[in-house]
Structure formats: structure tokens, C-alpha cells
Nanobody
Framework: QVQLVESGGGLVQPGGSLRLSCAAS????????IGWFRQAPGKELEGVSC?????????YADSVKGRFTISRDNAAKKTLYLQMNSLKPEDTAVYYC??????????????????????????WGQGTQVNVSS
């Protein structure tokens, strides 16, 4: 059974940092496309960052480029991360991790930065709240 559990959210002041984690159980992440999404109050779910293919090319929303970094644990291959620096109040949202087998993504025509689209993912975590406020 595929299960994803996020952690690491909380309250942080503007300019601060947080690292979100997403722990996978029931599978390892090495053959999966991975993504981070967020949903602010009253707004649509937004793709934040993703790694869609085995070359590990990373993609970021323009709003977080240069501030956020996506990565995965390459040892145990069970955890993915989102390092968030220079946080702004507009980063306040519930953050979700999501995965889909790479082979499934390819069969559906997923390519490059399309991994920022929610429609590409089959499995989602429950979300973790991030609040950026002074």
C-alpha cells in the first residue's frame, strides 16, 4: 500500500527557513516522479517543485525559484524533501507531496516541467501547514 506522510510544517517568521519531509511507506522513491504542491486559503492547488524523470532534472514554480530546493534521500530512497529558505508571507499554505511511477507518467505523455501539474500524480500525502508570519 502506497502511503505518503508529510512533516516539518509550522510557523516561521518572514525570511526564515523550513524543511518539509515526505516519508514513503510501502515502496521506494527511486522509480517515481515526485512533486510538491501547495494550496493557500481561497486559491487553487499550485505546483511548487518536481523531479519528473530519472535524470533528476528539477523544476520550480517561478514564485519559489532560488528559494526552494527539492531533493530525495538517495540512500534509503524513502524520503523526499523541500528545503524552503527566505520564506515570505505569500508562501503560507498547506503543502502536499505527491508521487507517480515514472513509467505511468511517460505512458500518459508526461514530459519535462509537466511534472508541476497535479493531474500527473496518483498518490498524495495528507498535507502539512506552513505559516509565514511575524
Amino acid at each position: 500500500q502506497v502511503q505518503l506522510v508529510e512533516s516539518g510544517g509550522g510557523l516561521v517568521q518572514p525570511g526564515g527557513s523550513l524543511r518539509l519531509s515526505c516519508a514513503a511507506s510501502g515502496f521506494t522513491l527511486d522509480n517515481y516522479a515526485i512533486g510538491w504542491f501547495r494550496q493557500a486559503p481561497g486559491k487553487e492547488l499550485e505546483g511548487v517543485s518536481c523531479i519528473g524523470s530519472s535524470d533528476d532534472t528539477t523544476y520550480y514554480a517561478d514564485s519559489v525559484k532560488g528559494r526552494f530546493t527539492i531533493s530525495r534521500d538517495n540512500a534509503a530512497k524513502k524520503t523526499l524533501y523541500l528545503q524552503m529558505n527566505s520564506l515570505k508571507p505569500e508562501d503560507t499554505a498547506v503543502y502536499y507531496c505527491a508521487v507517480v511511477p515514472r513509467v505511468v507518467r511517460r505512458l500518459r505523455g508526461g514530459y519535462g516541467s509537466s511534472c508541476l501539474q497535479r493531474s500527473e500524480y496518483d498518490f498524495w500525502g495528507q498535507g502539512t501547514q506552513v505559516n509565514v508570519s511575524s
